[in-house]
């Protein structure tokens, strides 16, 4: 299993300096964070092996076991799945990031619940940008007032958004929809909001979205196998 993980890694962080120097970007000006969901604990020990140290969770009470698990590590965890009201204390206790902050009384939550000896929690808001009529995700236009009502939490920090698209047909059906979540984050910017993070792109459209501007991929099945 180590040594699977390690080529994976290997592979993925080469493919993405490649996908930024095609797009005329710094090779370290996208982060990688992989998403351990369904994997034990072991496998993130040889993922951190091969030099990887954050990693994204969807299931909250799942990542809690693995956290503790690992407390030996200096890890940095993303929460990037889904919150419910009655998990958002775990969440403040125990992560690090969160991705998929999509309503203002989740966010909230999180301030209110965040312990005072930690730092404040790093906070994406997740965007909806294909309009997909089940997924999570704010519109793009309830978007600007839950950023800068996010922004003013005391114990938040705003870093960014995120999204997942819909798998496209084409590549440029798939880079049309990673501009579009591009411009928003560029507006929010020009609104004033110090934004620094896109998260943006997983395994199947890694290149893409580093092509529009992502600044952090969330990269499972290229790492760790299928689920
Ligand atoms: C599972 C998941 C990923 C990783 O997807 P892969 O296709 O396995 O790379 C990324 N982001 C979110 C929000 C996920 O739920």
């Known amino acids: 299993m180590n040594n699977f993980i390690a080529e994976n890694l290997s592979r993925v962080r080469t493919q993405m300096e490649a996908a930024c120097q095609a797009a005329g970007r710094l090779p370290h000006s996208v982060s990688l964070l992989a998403v351990s969901k369904t994997w034990g604990a072991e496998a993130v020990r040889a993922a951190h092996a091969a030099g990887q140290t ?20 200096p890890l940095q965890w993303h929460c990037i799945g889904p919150i419910q009201s009655n998990k ?21 939550r999180l301030s209110e619940q965040r312990p005072p000896h930690l730092p404040p929690l790093q906070v994406c808001i997740q965007v909806n940008v294909d309009g997909g009529e089940t997924k999570s995700g704010i519109s793009p236009q309830e978007l600007p007032a839950l950023a800068q009502a996010v922004a003013a939490l005391p114990r938040l920090q705003l870093r960014g958004l995120m999204t997942i698209p819909e798998s496209a047909e084409t590549d440029a059906q798939m880079r049309a929809v990673h501009a579009q979540a591009k411009a928003l984050f560029e507006s929010l910017r020009q609104q004033g909001l110090p934004l620094d993070t896109l998260s943006m792109g997983m395994s199947a459209d890694m290149a893409a979205a580093i092509a529009e501007g992502s600044t952090m991929v969330r990269v499972g099945t290229a790492i760790f196998g299928r689920r």
């Open 54 to 73: 954050a990693f994204g969770e969807n299931y909250i009470q799942e990542a809690v076991g693995k956290i503790g698990a690992l407390r030996d590590l």
């Open 88 to 108: 958002t204390r775990l969440v403040a206790e125990h992560f690090d990031w969160v991705h998929s902050v999509d309503r203002l009384k989740i966010a909230q």
